[in-house]
Every structure is written in structure tokens, then in C-alpha cells.
DNA sequence: GCCAACGTTGGC
DNA sequence: GCCAACGTTGGC
């Protein structure tokens, strides 16, 4: 079992939106780093608890708490000359970007950036590391507990 | 809108 | 394979 921090801009993929969709179930389509890419393909289980992150917005944070619901599979947005993020390298049966179903467990109230920053616990967090910008972060055991604390009695 | 960080591209 | 230029991310 492994846990993750996962960015998604509301404006794209809010925490509502996650929440309306059906089976509360997302694609996590986009992502065009490798590093990314990797983390979905390789190390991902189905399971893995997953920390919903806000990010490009008035207020970033963690906004609820997910999990992954699918092995790795092909991103059909690269495959659609009017997605932006159309790949005119990648073939079906050779595809680049594979992603991973994200489900909902639950919104919580939001856990500011700003207080993550100052939250001893979470320091080691790769997401507060400078310039990160990485969408999808390995979170280790201790910071998921701290997390889970601070969200704990919040619901 | 600025800018730091850093990934990607392409010439050599 | 190096590395400069360029583009993107994302907080502020």
C-alpha cells in the first residue's frame, strides 16, 4: 500500500467535480511528465490512498481524500488531435501516457497550503520541497497519518 | 503578471 | 552526449 498527493486545478477537476462524477470516479487524463507518468504506471496499486490536491487557485490545498480505483491504462486524450493534449507521437498500440482511475472517499474541509508550510509533521512533504512542481508526489506513512489527523475530526 | 525551478528540445 | 534556449508549472 503506497499513498500519493495528486494536483488537479478546480477550474479542470475541482474536488466537487470528483464528487459528482459517476461512481465518483475520474480518469486522471493530462499529465504529460514522465516522472508522472511513471508513478501511474509503475507504482500505483489499486487502493492506494490518494491526497486530492488544489492547486492554481485562490486557495491550495488538500481537499479530500481519494484512492486508486484502476490499474494503468492508455490517456485517450492523446489520441484526440482537439485535446490539448493531443500527443501526434503516441500510437494506440504503442500509447506514451498511461493513467489511472482516481475515486473519491471523501471531501474534507480544505487544508491550506499555507498551513501545510507550517505544520512541522508535513515538512518533509516533496510537494512543500521549492519549485516542486511535479503533479503527482509520493506521500510516505508518517505524513498520510499526519494528514489524516489534521483532517480526521473535520468531516 | 512575476519569477524560480526545472523539464524538454534541438543544434552541434 | 552536452548544454543553451525555451516552455511550463504554480505560488505569490
Known amino acids: 500500500m503506497?499513498?500519493?498527493?495528486m494536483k488537479s486545478e478546480p477550474d479542470e477537476c475541482s474536488i466537487d467535480d470528483l464528487a459528482a462524477a459517476p461512481h465518483r470516479t475520474v480518469p486522471w487524463f493530462g499529465v504529460?511528465?514522465?516522472?508522472?507518468?511513471n508513478f501511474m504506471r509503475d507504482d500505483m496499486r489499486i487502493g492506494d490512498g490518494v491526497l486530492f490536491y488544489h492547486s492554481?487557485?485562490?486557495?491550495?490545498?488538500?481537499a479530500g481524500l481519494a484512492e486508486?480505483?484502476?490499474?494503468?491504462y492508455p490517456d485517450a486524450t492523446q489520441f484526440d488531435a482537439k485535446s490539448p493534449y493531443f500527443d501526434p507521437q503516441s500510437t494506440p498500440d504503442k500509447p506514451r501516457w498511461l493513467l489511472v482511475?482516481?475515486?473519491l472517499r471523501r471531501k474534507t474541509a480544505l487544508l491550506p497550503l499555507k498551513r501545510m508550510r507550517e505544520l512541522p509533521q508535513l515538512q518533509s512533504m516533496q510537494l512543500l520541497r521549492p519549485g516542486n512542481r511535479l503533479s503527482i508526489t509520493p506521500v510516505n506513512e508518517e505524513e498520510?497519518?499526519?494528514v489524516l489527523e489534521l483532517l480526521g475530526d473535520r468531516r
Open 101 to 103: 482511475d482516481v475515486k
Open 2 to 5: 503506497s499513498y500519493w498527493l
Open 32 to 37: 504529460r511528465n514522465y516522472q508522472a507518468r
Open 144 to 146: 498520510w497519518r499526519a
Open 56 to 62: 492554481s487557485c485562490a486557495e491550495p490545498g488538500v
Open 68 to 72: 486508486v480505483a484502476s490499474a494503468p
